[in-house]
């Protein structure tokens, strides 16, 4: 049987099927999971928290529990949050806080990946309680999500003192595609840190041109190289972009702006 469910989990995505195998695993594989997250044998614990998670078995929720009176591993203590954050929603943020490691933004993604939107919600009132790596996995799950709920929130996170956060959340804004208010980003087209600027580069690149000319060739003339590529990229893409190319060509004294836009003329001509 658990050959069986985990190649309909891997293989198909249906609720009802999923709600069939919680049901059935919470029935009658209760008992064969409870002895094996006791064994003294780490492989099988883990084993059995794995199928734990992937059936949804919350009738195992206490016995889960039970295990964080041992020394536990890092591994055991991630697929621990991940159980609690389908099985045991209601204490899930404090689990999260509380946790004796600090984990690194690679396993806090893949104990946020799939929170219900309601657990997510939660999570991101909590934000400046979380841990650093935590917030930095927090934001780039939001934009991986691409969920428009969210871009009011990204956008508070636009003032964070942590560079590395507005980054982010530029990312994800640029993820979900939205800008409701330039204005408020504009700032970031002549930020100190050329990351911010290069994330402004790709997200002008979504609105229309008549809008953004200037602005992107402001960033084409930007002093780092990856920025003028992509502001030139951005400027490309535009319906209207090779015209604007053209005319920046021939208006320009920026050598090195002009050799971009040239190139990515050469590359769509």
Known sequence: MEEIFSSYLYNISDSEILAKIKLFSN???KEYYRSRIRSHRWSTRMNALYHIFDFQMDELVEECEQLEIKKLTLQEQVQLLKIYSICHKEVFITKLLQCPTTLTEYEYKKVLYRLDPTVLEQLIVRMDDLPLECQYSLIDILGVKREPQYLSFLES???????????????????IGIITDLDKYLPFITSQIWEERLMMAKLLGALPI???S???????????????????????RNKDGKIVLQSYINSSNDRYAIEMANQVLGKES
């Open 210 to 212: 008549s809008i953004t």
């Open 157 to 175: 996170c636009l003032h964070n003192d942590d560079a590395e956060i507005r980054i982010r959340t530029l990312k994800a804004i640029f993820e």
């Open 27 to 29: 029935n009658y594989l």
């Open 214 to 236: 200037s602005y992107l060739q402001e960033l084409l003339e930007d002093e780092n190289w990856w920025v003028r590529t992509q502001a030139a990229k951005s400027i490309g």
